[in-house]
Structure formats: structure tokens, C-alpha cells
């Protein structure tokens, strides 16, 4: 099993639509968690940490769930600029480094 | 742009060479990760130096190594090198602990 999963998807929405990813950490050190944006073979770009209270950044919202060792990215009115890969990655304490484990990142596509 | 640059931004080799692939940190930054990431994949943590020491490595083999240098740049060498190898290599820097890295725009390499 991958310490972090993640539906490869693609999700293919309108415009306008509400969009949800989830994501499972598999490993309960998991300290830190994150949501990066990829778009097609270029360099990951931090889009928001996820905190155990929840945030939010514009349309985007994140959320934890330590319990069910889970994180999810709620995307609001979707852009066509929106179309990208989400990949989350987490932070284990138990490793004594500050390393990200990815998972394999989400699709999204957004369609006029 | 983040301010970390990777060079050669591509790469084709042959399998059995060797390869050097450069990174240099944002300024202030004394951190640089380096990621390997396989088509379809997320971002795989290969190794961390922080001041000039190796700080933490994943599964990667012996022959996957790196240095950074006083200026805190980098190199990523990989020795005998196989078709499994062909993957976006990312380099990402931060300063001390911080958890934010910001990646350079990677160097695609080609194993043929």
C-alpha cells in the first residue's frame, strides 16, 4: 500500500462547478500536510498547507481529518486556469528529516 | 519563478553513463531536496543536504549521490545509469527546517 493515495481521476468539470479531492495518509507520523499544484510536467507549486482546522484561500478550501487520516482541496467556481494536476504530500515526524511523500496526484480538467 | 534554477533543463543519455544534474538554491536558502518524479508519478524524495552534509536519503540506491557546495548549490550524480532512471529530476530549497520548499523547474532526463 502507498503511504499516500490519491484518485488519479481525470475529473472532468464545467466551469463554475464545485470540485472535491481526497487524499489518505497511510502513516499515523504524518505531522505536516500539504496541497501543491502541477501543471503538465513542470515543477510542483505549493497552492496551501492543510491545518487541522481547516483553511480556506480564496476558492480553495483544505481540510484534515486526523482521525480517518485524511486531507481533502474543495475547488469553488472552477476556472478553466484550474485545469492541473493536485498532488498532496505529507510530512512524517518519525523520520527525523523534513522530506514531502507524494502521492500520485489527481487531474483535474475544467471544460467551457 | 522561485529563484531555484536547474540545469540542463533536458538530458538524453544512453544506459551505463553517468550524469551530473545541477541546481542553485534561492538566495538565503541552505536546504536543496532532490526529487525524482517517474511519468504518472508524484515527486520522489532521493536525498536532502543541508550545509554541505547529507541530511536524510530515500530508497535510492548507492548510485544515485549529490553534494552541495559553501554557496549551498547542488549536484545530483547518478553512475551506471539504467531506462528505469528517465524521470523529471527536481531540486526544491528552503531555509533551515522550514516545511515550504520551492522546486526549480526540474531537468527531464532521457535514458535510451
Known amino acids: 500500500r502507498k503511504e499516500v493515495e490519491q484518485d488519479p481521476g481525470p475529473f472532468n468539470v464545467p466551469e463554475g462547478a464545485t470540485v472535491a479531492f481526497n487524499c489518505t495518509y497511510s502513516?499515523?507520523?504524518?505531522?505536516?500536510f500539504f496541497w501543491y499544484r502541477q501543471d503538465c510536467r513542470k515543477e510542483p507549486k505549493l497552492l496551501m498547507s492543510v491545518y487541522s482546522s481547516g483553511n480556506e484561500d480564496g476558492r480553495f478550501t483544505a481540510q484534515l481529518n486526523r482521525a480517518s487520516q485524511y486531507i481533502s482541496l474543495l475547488i469553488r467556481d472552477s476556472k478553466l486556469s484550474d485545469s492541473a494536476t493536485y498532488l498532496c504530500?505529507?510530512?512524517?515526524?518519525?523520520?527525523?528529516?523534513?522530506?514531502?511523500?507524494f502521492g500520485s496526484g489527481t487531474r483535474l480538467q475544467v471544460q467551457p | 519563478e522561485t529563484g531555484v534554477t536547474q540545469s540542463p533543463t533536458h538530458l538524453i543519455k544512453t544506459r551505463g553513463q553517468q550524469v551530473t544534474l545541477r541546481c542553485s538554491s534561492q538566495s538565503g536558502h541552505n536546504t536543496v531536496s532532490w526529487y525524482q518524479q517517474a511519468l504518472g508519478q508524484g515527486p520522489q524524495f532521493i536525498f536532502q543536504?543541508?550545509?554541505?552534509?547529507?541530511?536524510g536519503r530515500g530508497n535510492f540506491p548507492p548510485r544515485f549521490s549529490g553534494l552541495q557546495f559553501p554557496n549551498y548549490s547542488s549536484e545530483l550524480n547518478v553512475n551506471a545509469l539504467e531506462l528505469d532512471d528517465s524521470a523529471l529530476y527536481l531540486c526544491?530549497?528552503?531555509?533551515?527546517?522550514?516545511?515550504?520548499?520551492?522546486f526549480g523547474s526540474g531537468t527531464q532526463l532521457s535514458v535510451l
Open positions: 526544491a530549497s528552503s531555509f533551515g527546517g522550514d516545511e515550504k520548499l520551492f
Open positions: 504530500a505529507v510530512i512524517r515526524l518519525d523520520t527525523g528529516r523534513r522530506a514531502l511523500t
Open positions: 543536504y543541508y550545509r554541505e552534509e547529507e541530511n
Open positions: 502513516n499515523s507520523a504524518s505531522q505536516s
